[in-house]
């Protein structure tokens, strides 16, 4: 339980947002590009 690097993040946010996207649910994308730019520190 403590293992949690920058692919496990960027994977968990890919997933969500493909899941919402699939199922019609409305949400703002950009969690990945978000997190990607936090990782990079921009």
């Not at 692919?7 to 994308?29: M, Q």
Request: charged share 10%; glycine share 14%; proline share 2%.
């Amino acid at each position: 339980m403590g293992d949690l690097n920058e692919a496990l993040v960027l994977g968990t946010l890919g997933s969500i947002e493909a899941s919402l996207e699939l199922a019609n649910i409305p949400y703002t994308s950009g969690g990945v590009e978000a997190a990607i730019a936090s990782f990079i520190g921009a």
